[in-house]
């Protein structure tokens, strides 16, 4: 195993710069810094508490099963499966050596195959590299632009089922349905001076393949949107069922009722787009990264721009390579007045870098764009700034979003903050949310944080809701950091 180890990072070490990030190396430096990481003093506002801290791994991004309390999480040298039945003590249960750059949104999918029988995957982005010991026929060193299909249905047991080359970038890969995977969408690249993006096929899990957008043609065409511009980034799934594409492009909506025809209804035109000949857009120096349009399904043509409307569109725009946290990458709101194919209809509302958002620690290397971030119905955003840290953003009114609390450890880099789903008895995502924030960090690993969330009436206490563990036993007492939490949270109000 030593020397297959030693064989695959020299190989890695040969492959070319990520086409997007160009960063391997430092992100390589930076998870090496993890013993500082752990012993710089955690800096908060008062409405948010640290959990727990699973360090470890170089985390990169993670997701949520919906089917059972599962969170898988991809780092720079594996995959690995959490136990989430206490979501305040995420448990190690399986873990399948990989390495992969970058895999920056781990995406999770599951499908039921029987009454009583629910298969569940995670779905690898190869945007340079990925090699695994189990699967050292298959190790692709620089080539990128490959789907991996990794089995988790025993979460003890992650393998990998199957892989599939790509046409276009994947740099990150998303389901369409990840209740019923049957269709995943890649970043996209241009080819040909036209932006595109591939359609991956994974009806039969064990033999993905690549949709033929033009069948007439000979080879594999992709699929066009001008959301890729130079590059794209990030599909984002609504409760609609429509599909909003990031990019350097900027931002487009797309009608995916049928996967395998995807119709743009939607876009932020000029505003959103930097890839146009001569354009300078302060609301796209670099990339559309990700996005979400809360209560879509409220959405009515030419209403007032607010989240009960389901008319706004939440987007981070990543430029990580601008030093100045007043204007590196922003979180931003846009308004969707139309969803008729018409250019430019989506407009801008309002933007905040890192330096608007308050007090913060100044981050390592000035490393402090926007990156990753999840929607609670709350109205808060939790959203990682990288050497930024954690930061909670109030979006109640999306015309003027404001901070609602950080987190940050100096000697950090956070890439993804998600709000952890409830659960109920039975292991099933109910489509609520916790007060509980999973923060992944390059340098930390996962660290678990806990928020006052406005109307819960809890405070910073979590809102942990216990349910069936994997193993079908039920879960009785509360775990020890629930219970010291609520320890803590009584000797606040005591002392108050």
């Not at 033999?207 to 992709?222: C, L, N």
């Not at 699929?223 to 990031?246: E, I, M, Q």
């Not at 700034?385 to 954690?390: A, K, Q, R």
Request: with cysteine.
């Amino acid at each position: 195993m030593a020397s297959t180890s030693l064989g695959l990072v020299t190989l890695l070490a040969a492959a070319p710069p990520a086409a997007a990030h160009g960063e391997r190396e430092r992100a390589e430096r930076m998870a090496s810094e993890h013993a500082a990481g752990m012993s710089v003093p955690l800096v908060t506002s008062p409405n948010i508490d640290l959990v727990a801290s699973r360090p470890g791994s170089a985390g990169i991004s993670g997701c949520f099963m919906k089917s059972a309390p599962v969170f898988v999480m991809s780092s720079l040298d594996s995959v690995k499966v959490f136990d989430i039945t206490d979501p305040t003590r995420p448990t190690v249960v399986g873990a399948m050596p990989s390495a992969q750059f970058e895999n920056e949104a781990m995406q999770c999918g599951e499908r039921k195959v029987s009454r009583t029988r629910t298969e569940r995957f995670a779905l690898i982005g190869v945007d340079l590299h990925q090699a695994s010991p189990d699967d050292l026929e298959h190790v692709n060193a620089g080539d990128g632009q490959e789907l991996v299909v990794v089995d988790v249905t025993d979460p003890a047991n992650p393998h990998i089922r199957s892989r599939v080359p790509g046409t276009t970038s994947t740099h990150t890969v998303t389901c369409i349905d990840d209740t019923d995977c049957r269709y995943a969408y890649s970043a996209g690249s241009n080819r040909g001076g036209l932006g595109k993006f591939s359609i991956f096929d994974l009806t039969d899990l064990d033999h993905p393949v690549e949709v033929d957008s033009d069948p007439a043609t000979a080879g594999t065409q992709p699929f066009r949107s001008d959301a890729v511009g130079w590059g794209g980034h990030k599909w984002n799934v609504d409760g609609a069922g429509f599909a909003t594409h990031t990019g350097a492009g900027g931002s487009y909506v797309f009608d995916v009722s049928d996967p395998t025809r995807p119709v743009e209804v939607a876009n932020t035109g000029a505003a959103g787009d930097n890839a146009r000949e001569g354009a300078k857009n302060e609301l796209n120096n670099f990339i559309h990264h990700n996005s979400f349009r809360p209560n879509a399904s409220a959405f009515r043509p030419a209403a007032a721009p607010s989240l009960a409307n389901g008319n706004i569109l939440l987007v981070t725009e990543e430029d990580y390579e601008d030093p100045d946290c007043a204007t590196a990458g922003s979180f931003q709101t846009w308004h969707v007045k139309r969803l008729d194919g018409s250019d430019g209809s989506i407009v801008p509302l309002a933007r905040l870098e890192l330096a608007d958002l308050g007090t913060f620690p100044v981050p390592a290397d000035a490393f402090c764009s926007a990156h990753w971030f999840d929607y609670h119905p709350s109205g808060l955003v939790a959203i990682g700034y990288y050497g930024g840290g954690t930061q909670l953003i109030d979006v109640s009114d999306p015309t003027a979003p404001k901070s609602h609390g950080h987190a940050a450890w100096g000697a950090s880099e956070v890439w993804d903050a998600m709000w952890v789903p409830v659960y109920n008895k039975a292991g099933i995502a109910t489509g609520r949310r916790t007060n509980l924030v999973y923060s992944i960090d390059l340098v930390r690993g996962l660290d678990v944080y806990s928020v006052d969330v406005p109307g819960d009436g809890l405070g910073s206490l979590p809102s942990v809701g216990l349910s069936t563990s994997l193993s079908g036993v039920p879960v009785a007492v509360v775990g020890g950091g629930a219970l010291a939490a609520l320890l803590l949270y009584r000797r606040r109000r005591t002392s108050s």
